[in-house]
């Protein structure tokens, strides 16, 4: 099996489809955009600081009502230019800049885009059969995104140090619930569950993993932070609103399966 290998830290300055972009910073880096013809869309909590000149609106997604009740951003904020504007997550890691081509798609771990550009097909999916991988800390939706009209860009932050992997054609590979970051679409991703006795008496557990199946690149996170959502927990330890068994998760299991 091809084994990951470090996702370099020294990107510094480059361009890709029409923007500037530096990488600043090492602990909780700064990705700082130089804008001029291309808008850039974002989430709005990333925003560090921007030049006066630089104008901000609000963007609405696809599917925006799904999205909401999903939990996920129902909108996203776009900047136009001319100017200099730089974000920020509130975490340790790196920030990855992902250059597409025009046709080309990528799929990332939700709450883990940072900017990316404003031409770009920007949707999501539900993975299928991951409802059991909850207590993972994995979470069951992923961004799309796809270079419709000319090539664009994507810049992802990872927690902790990135690792790539590049998969042939039937490699598999497994991975912790909550540590990979993008893939290509053509990576397939499915939960498996394995089970271990965790005393003489007999009593069990399970681990549930990620397994990736190639080909393409997929990219594994070092450190995995929760989304809030998926951190709220009962009494008991269990996870809060995990789907069904009340009203609100009655009302969201119809609303996503429509």
């Known amino acids: 099996m091809h084994v990951?290998?470090?996702?370099?830290?020294?990107?510094?300055?480059?361009s890709f489809a029409g923007i500037d972009y530096h990488v600043r910073g090492q602990l909780v880096p700064e990705l700082q955009l130089e804008l001029s013809g291309a808008p850039v869309m974002f989430e709005h909590h990333v925003l560090l600081w921007k030049e006066p000149g630089v104008e901000i609106e609000v963007k609405k997604l696809a599917k925006g009502v799904k999205r909401m009740v999903a939990g996920l951003d129902f909108f996203v904020t776009r900047a136009t230019g001319p100017g200099r504007i730089a974000f920020s997550r509130d975490a340790p890691g790196q920030v990855i800049p992902l250059h597409l081509s025009q046709g080309q798609s990528l799929n990332v771990r939700e709450h883990q885009f940072v900017a990316a550009s404003d031409a770009l097909e920007y949707t999501y999916e539900r993975v299928q059969g991951a409802r059991n991988m909850?207590?993972?800390g994995s979470g069951i939706f992923v961004d799309n995104f796809t270079a419709g009209s000319g090539d664009a860009i994507v810049w992802v932050h990872a927690n902790g140090n990135a690792f790539e992997v590049v998969l042939d054609a039937g490699e598999q590979i497994d991975v912790e619930a909550g540590a990979w970051l993008y893939k290509d679409t053509s990576v397939?991703?499915?939960?498996?569950?394995v089970g271990f006795k965790t005393s003489l008496l007999g009593g069990g557990g399970k681990f549930t993993w990620n397994r990736f199946t190639g080909p393409g690149r997929l990219a594994i996170q070092t450190m995995f932070i929760d989304p809030y959502?998926?951190?709220q927990q009962d009494d008991q330890g269990q996870t809060q609103g995990a789907v069904e068994g009340s009203v609100v998760g009655s009302v969201l299991g119809g609303l996503l399966k429509s």
Do not use: F, K, N
Request: charged share 35%; net charge negative.
């Open 4 to 14: 990951p290998e470090p996702i370099p830290t020294d990107l510094r300055d480059e």
């Open 188 to 193: 397939t991703l499915e939960s498996v569950g």
């Open 229 to 231: 959502e998926a951190r």
């Open 134 to 136: 909850l207590l993972g």
